[in-house]
């Protein structure tokens, strides 16, 4: 980002000495009155002076009246420096003629010139300031535009600035945000997990043996494939193929657990740990150790639309809210989506239905 910053502003300052250049050289050079007349040198010098005077005025509008004093809400005592600068141009440009003899030196130039045509001399060659009473509006205009033109540029670029750091703070914000939603998603899987595996080894040293390692397996997922803040589905499916394994350890033959993935899986990137808290809140609360339950877990794919369908049998001792501590899980991947996905996802709950099954369908837009 800063390298990107650097060269952003690198090109800044080539397109402003280019613009100058060009300026430049239109002003002190492109003359087409003095085709043919042979201005001298004072009038050359006299135009680098006004440039040179145009240019300051310029930067110390944009550098330090704009920023330090319009941008303040002083506007009173901003167009009061905005008059004196041009004051100074003008008075300063109004020497320089002076200094140089610019007049007599233009005059003579035309005389010369207007003797060889046999006309008729004017005393004011067309090329000098335009005078009214004594007021150079020549010079006035051209610095007041110039200011103008300083002052829209900082002010765009000032804007432009506050926005790009309001994005960046927001982004800041999201990600920080998301990394301890997914901070907390990760220790209460874990938590949880280490509970199942100590009843196992209870009942079945070998078994929990067994699925400490696959936990480590899993763990080591999560620590190391998901740190880009994405995976790819297959990787997920293949998490989610893990957990249930795992859970299915300490499930007796009263509770029957299916899952479907897709066979023709068109893999893409994917948010780490959206499908798990589903499957995990369904084995957490849809399961009994005496009674008939199930957990039915589905996972399809139409292009870049997934759709995830978790259902469990209700069983009257693990009721569970989205709204309360139990359903952390749920909260916390809700709040994902809704950063990771707007608009791209659809989320619908049902607690109960005709089948007395809690029903969870996730409508995902990964494109």
Known sequence: MIIAKSKSRLVAIMVQVLIWAVFGLVFIFYQPFLTNIDIPVQFWIKQIIVLSLLITAFYVNSIVLVPR????????????????????????????????????LLDAAFHKHWEKLG???????????????????????????????????????????????????????????????????????????LNNIYALTQ???????????????????????????????????????????LMQLRLTDVVKVTFNSPENLKDLPLAPMIFLPFVENAFKHGVSATLQSHINITIEQNDNVLELTVKNSIINDNSISLDTNSGIGLVN????????????????????????????????NLA
């Open 69 to 104: 004093v319009l941008l303040k809400n002083s506007v009173g005592y901003y167009f009061i420096f905005v008059i004196a600068i041009i004051v100074i141009v003008v008075f300063v440009t109004g020497w320089a003629d002076q200094w140089l003899k610019l007049h007599q």
């Open 119 to 193: 006309e008729t001399i004017h005393r004011r060659g067309p090329l000098k300031p335009e005078k009214h009473n004594g007021i150079d509006t020549f010079t006035i205009t051209i610095t007041a535009l110039v200011l103008g033109i300083s002052t829209s540029i900082t002010t765009i670029q000032k804007w432009q600035k506050d926005q790009q750091a309001r994005q960046e703070l927001e982004q800041d914000k999201v990600t920080s945000e998301l990394s301890f939603l997914k901070a907390q998603i990760n220790p209460h899987f874990f938590f949880n997990t």
């Open 203 to 245: 009942v079945d040293v070998d078994v929990a043996g067994k699925a400490i390692h696959q936990l480590s397996r899993m763990m080591r997922y999560l620590l190391y494939d998901t740190q880009q803040g994405h995976t790819l589905l297959s990787q997920e499916i293949a998490f989610v193929k893990d957990y249930i394994s």
């Open 333 to 364: 991947t809700r709040r994902r989506l809704d950063l990771l996905y707007p608009d791209k996802y659809k989320l619908d709950i049902s607690e109960l239905n005709a089948d007395n099954e809690y029903t969870v369908h996730l409508t995902l």
